[in-house]
């Protein structure tokens, strides 16, 4: 397992690192990365397309994920890469990429969980930005239902690719000003250090990846 707390980059050279981080996976390594943005970025979901998403493509830094899901804001973020190598269905998948990022949450002080397991589905999943609403697969906080932590993915044969961002600041831009339908979330208070020794003990603990 390997596990690594990197800076603030641009957009490709982040979707790039994260893509080695699966094809790592593909040859049987636990791998992750945990990092920061330079400055305003937006990730659009693989099936997205910029002029339909962004207010303004040609002034906004974009980049395109390897993942699906919704338009995310950058730069305010805390964002973690993960790959694991593993057969499951789509279900099964994100349960077990997002149980360690469940866990490295509570155990540095941000109450989280699954929205599927608390029934806390609320959004369109035809909606532009990440956060205007929670999927199943979302992470929130158990009291207040409000998503802490957005979820994206990507399967190959082989491996599973999760993209997550978490808000730990106020966005740099105003997101309604950048993204069509933007939406402002608070920030989770989150110790950088702490999560990041805590997602390695979940990765340690994590157990054997198989087929579901």
């Not at 994260?18 to 593909?26: I, M, N, Q, R, W």
């Not at 509570?106 to 959004?123: F, I, R, W």
């Amino acid at each position: 397992m390997t596990l690594t707390l990197e800076g603030r980059f641009d957009g490709p050279t982040n979707m790039s690192r994260d893509a080695e981080l699966l094809d790592a996976a593909s040859r049987g390594e636990i791998v992750a990365r945990v990092y920061g943005w330079d400055g305003v970025w937006v990730s659009l979901g693989y099936a997205q397309r910029p002029e339909a998403v962004l207010v303004d493509p040609d002034q906004t830094p974009w980049v395109l994920r390897p993942t699906g899901g919704a338009a995310v804001l950058h730069g305010h973020d805390l964002t973690v890469g993960l790959a694991l190598p593993m057969r499951r269905s789509v279900r099964g998948s994100y349960r077990y990429a997002a149980s360690p990022i469940v866990a490295a949450l509570n155990s540095a002080g941000v109450p989280a969980a699954l929205a599927e397991d608390l029934k806390a589905e609320n959004g369109d999943p035809r909606r532009i930005d990440c956060f205007a609403g929670s999927s199943a697969n979302d992470i929130v906080d158990p009291a207040t239902r409000q998503k802490v932590c957005g979820c994206a993915l990507r399967r190959t044969r082989e491996a599973v690719l999760v993209q997550a961002s978490i808000p730990v600041g106020d966005p740099l831009v105003e997101p309604r000003a950048t993204i069509r339908e933007g939406v402002r979330v608070s920030p989770v208070a989150l110790d950088r250090e702490a999560f990041v020794s805590q997602l390695r003990v979940a990765l340690q603990q994590l157990g054997t990846p198989g087929s579901e």
